[in-house]
């Protein structure tokens, strides 16, 4: 893997002079084609202490233009990152459509951390499968991910610490880590190997550049930039002529797991009100022992509209102290959520430890409404049911509980409170032509709900089918769901 | 204060479920409106512990769209939060255009928390100013500030505390923080009169409410935030013919400090290489110590384009650990920054403790480019000094060490690399027909800088002008500007 870095690769001053603004005229005209099409670039960079992983990003500042470029460079994590899950602290760092992020130190530093203190292999290959997973949903999101590994062989290492420790006004650029490092090159050279031959995959390969001679290493890493994103760029013009996305109006099985609820399911006022209070002070305690515990809960709510979403809603945040929850409307995304991979909206609004974010709608628009009104790619939807469970799977790893309601409703009640809506005025603005056009897409949201519950139901994030043609059931089945859940799990 | 609010208000079931369903629909064209307008809102709920502040929040979020509303209900701040100026987490949560934030717990939390525990009064005015400052400059920006204080009479409180007490379904509603205050009536209600006499203001009033009872309670309130943003809303009506704003070219007086300066500062590239090597070795041992201190800093460049402000950079940031810095350059905001106060871009870019943030262009483009281009009202940018100064004294109350710098160029130097720009490949990108324009409004420029400069300049934040006509002169300057203020302040 390292072989061809190790070779004493070089360029001499008058070719770097001659190469070089050519390089950096190119990469200007490459930065406005990004913004042009829309097209955002994580550049990675890795590589061994004394490799010149800073200078490099350094050389990328000066080469391009500034405006359309974010650096990150990670120390620990905030304790806002600590306490969400481990890929937050990556999704709230990546670059918009349009704009690069160079990154020094990047969600590889921790399973190359885990592996060189001792961590069993099958264990890091895990992580490392995720990292995978989360590189090819970027790639398909329009974010292009370049990962660049500087190498040095070990006595071009010695060689490059000791002339910097020698030099007394810049022995500054050798670090106490530098000088740790520099004693484990070859555990370092195993991990690096192994972590880069698992992760290489086609949609994000590594590239190893000898970092020995400083204008070899900036040129020959310039070069890849261009080379990568002017590839991915062309790709896409290609594209570029698609039709716009055909809706999909997938048609429900004559019996599904929606159309064999009982809808007729029902419960009295006086029932409801004395089981309702009950339920809320047993949700209050429940809560307060999620927060002093630590532990997280996000609650997806999903269903027809005027299936009673928002009052199944307020009757459990009465229960909760205001500052542990936060409700998120999710309406049309904002233009910097749009610059971004469809799930960014949700990762921003994930809740810290002690605290509860229930979404009124959710990740599961993807493969609803986007799919069914024809807003996103065949191949977008299918794809979003592996990476939505590979999402709430990451949710349930950093030990949040994650409960999702799809609450039924029949057409005919729909009907009923679609009319009661449009006659009550402090109501009407609930409803409105697009609430009655989809009425006759109804089939083929069915249908396409079937297929998510089916698709995303799982024992660690479970769907909840909720009989909702009568409220108070509805509700009272929401809070008896969430209390049950957290006295299971806490 | 509190005499009207110790009355008995109350009002009896059936008045209520009268006038309930008007309120209720004139609040959802409300949200329209302010939809439509641009108007920002933002409900702070303040009051006695049992007033119910969390039912109000709670009838709020049923009346109302919950797409256009957001609620902030405060904890024990982040680490994120405690490492920047105290203001930062409340500039996080401000509602963009549009919408409403509702607020339980807000920038007051504190100041009264202080003079409860006995805190001398002059120094929680102090804090009281600041935040007058902060509302004033909301209500400006076009968010309007409702303050709600909840109140109950002592006998009221006790009443309703022991009432919740007495109900084992509903004692949760009780926390051990109500006990605790119940204790401390008088002394709350002393330390609430005299922050509420102080903060209530033309823009900002604060209006004290009945809690007894709900039903009042909840209607008052509702009308109370109907009343405010209405109003609000016909005088942004009744503004909104206005032509838009002209261009203010001011003329520089014949001496002034930036034409006084002397251009012709030059430094050889022998005794610059010199000079670098040591101010950058130097620079790197003080961003240690800055880092070791849990210092921050924050650096602002401005002046003429092609002054060589990214050059300066450059040379700043090859000296740093790239884990400490953040390169922001200022460009077209995004949507998200265009709803919200114009520092609000700036404010979600400060450093945290041990950390730098360089801004190649600021916050003071209110006061140069803004203002000669029009695009901002006269009122506008004349406020805004007063606005910066007070920005940067909460850096610099924080901890942040804040230095300014303003490159100058002369006219003619500034067309020679324009000329060199445009025939030089890989600096084209830097130079558009804009910059030509901008030229011909040199002397606008040159006054607007004068201006900004004598207004903003302090001990805390001063401004460093930066003869720049010697690309080396001016780096070396900056460098050595950076680490005196360094060496002076750590």
Not at 174 to 180: E, F, K, N, Q
Not at 280 to 306: C, I, Y
Not at 374 to 394: D, K, L, V
Request: net charge positive.
């Amino acid at each position: 893997m390292f072989q061809s870095a190790e070779i004493g690769n070089a360029i001499d001053k008058k070719a770097y002079k001659a190469e070089a603004p050519e390089v950096r005229e190119a990469l200007l005209a490459m930065q406005e084609r990004m913004a042009d099409r829309g097209l955002a670039v994580c550049v990675v960079i890795g590589g061994v202490e004394g490799a010149g992983k800073s200078e490099t990003l350094n050389v990328l500042l000066e080469w391009m233009d500034a405006r359309g470029l974010q650096t990150h460079a990670l120390r620990d994590p905030t304790d806002e990152e600590r306490d969400r899950p481990h890929m937050w602290r990556f999704w709230r760092m990546l670059p918009p459509k349009g704009r690069m992020g160079i990154f020094l130190g990047t969600w590889y530093a921790e399973p190359m951390a885990d592996l060189f203190d001792g961590a069993p292999r099958s264990q890091v290959d895990q992580t490392l499968d995720r990292i995978i997973d989360f590189e090819r949903m970027l790639h398909a999101e329009n974010t292009l991910v370049i990962k660049v590994w500087l190498h040095l062989s070990k006595a071009a290492q010695q060689a490059r610490l000791k002339e910097l420790g020698g030099d007394p006004d810049r022995r500054w650029r050798v670090t106490a880590a530098d000088r740790l490092y520099r004693k484990h090159y070859d555990r370092i050279r195993e991990v690096a190997e192994h972590v880069l031959r698992r992760t290489g995959t086609g949609d994000a390969p590594w590239h190893v550049v000898e970092g020995t001679d400083p204008r070899y290493r900036q040129l020959t890493v310039a070069k890849l930039v261009l080379k990568s994103v002017s590839e991915r760029l062309d790709q896409l013009d290609a594209l570029a002529g698609r039709p716009r996305p055909e809706p999909d109006r997938p048609r429900p099985a004559p019996v599904n797991i929606l159309n064999r609820l009982d809808l007729s399911a029902k419960l009295k006022r006086a029932e409801y009100e004395k089981r309702l209070v009950k339920l809320q002070a047993k949700l209050a305690r429940l809560t307060r022992k999620l927060h002093r515990r630590g532990r997280s809960m996000v609650l997806a709510f999903e269903g027809p509209d005027a299936g009673g979403k928002g009052g199944a809603i307020r009757r459990l945040i009465t229960a909760m102290d205001a500052r542990d929850y936060q409700v998120v409307a999710i309406a049309a995304p904002t233009d910097e959520e749009r610059a971004h991979p469809y799930l960014w909206r949700f990762w921003r609004h994930l809740p810290g430890r002690g605290r509860v974010t229930i979404f009124d709608r959710s990740w599961y628009g993807r493969v609803l409404v986007e799919r069914v009104e024809g807003f996103c790619r065949p191949e977008e939807w299918r794809r979003a049911y592996a990476e939505i469970n590979a999402f709430e799977q990451q949710l349930v790893d950093a030990g949040t509980i994650v409960v999702k309601f799809y609450l039924s409703v029949s057409a005919d009640e729909q009907l009923r409170r679609f009319e009661d809506r449009q006659q009550t005025p402090y109501k009407a603005h609930k409803i409105n032509a697009e609430d009655w056009r989809n009425r006759e897409k109804w089939d083929a949201y069915e249908a396409a709900a079937c297929e998510m519950i089916e698709k995303t139901s799982s024992e660690a994030a479970p769907w909840v089918l909720v009989e909702a043609n009568d409220k108070l059931w509805a509700r009272v089945k929401v809070l008896t769901a969430v209390t049950d859940r957290l006295e299971e799990l806490l």
